[in-house]
Structure formats: C-alpha cells, structure tokens
C-alpha cells in the first residue's frame, strides 16, 4: 500500500488498511460500548453505561462529558440513533482536529511537496515505540520510492542508537549516528547534510525520550529543533509525536509537554492491539487539536496503518448491522 499517496484509490487503501489495523480494538475496553446498542430502549442506564465507558477508555472527563451532552441535545429516541449521532460526535472530535499542521502529510491532492530532503524529527518518551516508528516510516517511504536517511539523535542511549542502525541494515536506509554521549543537535545537522549530499529524499531524525519533568532534555529538543530551523530555513516538515495507546491520560501531559516545546504536527499511535484503550484519541484532539496520522499495530515494517476519523469510530463503536443481527 501507498501510505503516503493522494486521489481516490490511495483514500480506498486507507480505509481498508485502517479497518483492518482496528479489527483488534473491538475486544478493548471500548469495544463494551457496542453492547450497549443490542436493546432499543434508551434509558437511564444506558446514558451512565456510555459515560462510565468513554471514561474509562481513557477519553476524558470533559470529552466525554462533552460528547454526551451534544447527543442528549438530539434527543435520540431509539439505541440505532443514539449510535449514530454518538459516532457522528466522535467524529467531529478527531476531523476538527484533521486540519495539516506539517508539510508532508494530511495535504489534499495536487499540493506542491517541500524542497528535499524532507524532515521529520520524531519525539516520544522511551518505550513508546519511537526507533520501531521510524523504522515503519521509512518503509512505507521506500515502497513509494523514496530514499531515506536517518538520525540516531538519542545519543543518551547506546542501544537506541544500535536498534536505529539494525533498522537501517535490515531495510537498506543510511543511518548518522556518533557516540553516545554526542550532541543530539550535531547529529541532526550531518545527517541533513548526508541527505542533501547524497541525494536522499527523506531525513528521519530520532530523538531521545524526553520525560515530561526533565527540563533539560525538554530544552534539548528545542535545541535540536532550532538547529534545524537554522539549517533548513522552513524548519522541520513534520514533527511526529509517537503515543503508547496504552499509557491512556499520561499521554496528555505527554503531549502537552512536546507540543510546548517542539512544535507538534502529528501523532502516531502505537501499540493500539486487543488491550489498548484507544479513547486519548479523543482527548488529545479535543485539548491539543493535534492530528492523529498513523496508526502502529505491531513490531514489523509494515505494521503502520493511516489513521482515518470515521473508520477509526466506526472500528469503535462496532457495525451497526451485527449488532442488530
């Protein structure tokens, strides 16, 4: 599949893939919400039912508050509508938060591509799934044709750097790494200097993980990011913010700390299997506005699904059709 393509049959691709990554959420925690539809009456129990799971699927108080308060406003009568003005809710969250912050990904058709190299610089707290994520990304990058560079800027960990560099021999992708304990900002300086050189298209800069409550690896990142704004004058094209699905609402402050000081434009969710909760979707693109794109489903290259809205609730909520039967 095209990950990154545009046009109808890309679209077609992504709504399959999708549903297909999603097939395992249906046993989580927010899978309960589809047995909430198999009676036709909505009462008391129903609407509490609803919130005691959209809480504790990880979506937050107020999202959830705020979600079933704008469906209560409908006046749904039966479960098949409530269902439907639920999901029609859900999705409004996550399309409102939809909009292209970056340069690379989420843009309609015919939109002009950046200059190359393309830059992504990738942040998230270790064990998060960061290094699997870029060696995902540069997959996905390959099967459309790409060539790709890498940088192992996590210079506080030797093994981070040595996953990244099998990554890169496992997949045929250059890597720029120095030792560790190197300046994270100087290996991302070489490695764009090695793209442009070398004629790659795509830089996938590795960062280390930054804990929220360490300051100094927050101003760090920042560093990194000034670098590269000061190398490559538009700054970086994407800034990817990878989440453990299963962290639930740690993610928020999580996110609140990246946003702050690298600029997110994207999100990538990992580890979404039949044990993940899956509802800081919603919370994040409720408090941050911040665009979920891909969805990362397991350890392997090709592990990486596009994130689609309405699939992703419908994923959610269960078919509608099964539920009557």
Do not use: C
Not at 248 to 271: C, E, H, I, P, Y
Not at 286 to 303: A, I, K, N, S
Request: avoid cysteine; charge should be negative; aromatic fraction near 6%.
């Amino acid at each position: 599949m095209r990950l990154f393509g545009r046009g109808k049959q890309a679209e077609e691709e992504r709504d399959q893939a999708t549903e297909q990554a999603l097939e395992r959420t249906r046993r989580s925690f927010f899978g309960r919400v589809a047995g909430l539809f198999t009676s036709s009456d909505i009462t008391d129990e129903t609407w509490e039912s609803l919130e005691e799971v959209l809480i504790g699927a990880d979506a937050g108080v107020q999202t959830a508050i705020e979600v079933l308060d704008a469906v209560r406003a409908r006046k749904p009568r039966r479960t098949e509508e409530l269902r439907a003005m639920l999901a029609e809710e859900l999705t409004r969250i996550l399309e409102s938060a939809a909009e292209p912050r970056g340069r690379l990904w989420g843009l309609p058709e015919g939109t002009e591509e950046p200059s190359k190299p393309f830059v992504v610089l990738v942040v998230g707290v270790n064990g998060s799934g960061k290094t699997t994520a870029i060696g995902r990304l540069a997959y996905a990058y390959q099967q459309e044709g790409r060539r790709v560079m890498a940088a192992a800027g996590d210079t506080f960990r030797a093994a981070a750097i040595e996953q990244l560099q099998e990554w890169g021999r496992r997949l045929d992708f250059d890597v720029v790494a120095q030792g560790t304990g190197a300046d994270p900002a100087a290996v991302a300086y070489d490695a764009i200097e090695a793209a442009r050189a070398r004629g790659h298209d795509v830089v996938l800069i590795d960062t280390a993980g930054r804990l929220q409550n360490k300051q100094n690896l927050m101003d760090e990142l920042s560093k990194v990011r000034r670098v590269i704004e000061r190398h490559v004058e538009r700054g970086p094209d994407e800034v990817l913010l990878v989440l453990d699905a299963s962290t639930g609402q740690n993610g928020l402050s999580q996110a609140r700390a990246f946003a702050d000081s690298a600029q997110v434009t994207s999100v990538m969710l990992t580890k979404l299997d039949g044990t993940a909760k899956g509802g800081i979707v919603f919370a994040i693109a409720r408090e941050f506005g911040l665009p979920v794109r891909f969805v990362g489903t397991g350890q392997r290259e090709g592990d990486l699904a596009p994130f689609d809205p309405r699939s992703f609730v419908q994923s959610l909520l269960g078919d509608p059709a099964a539920t009557e039967a």
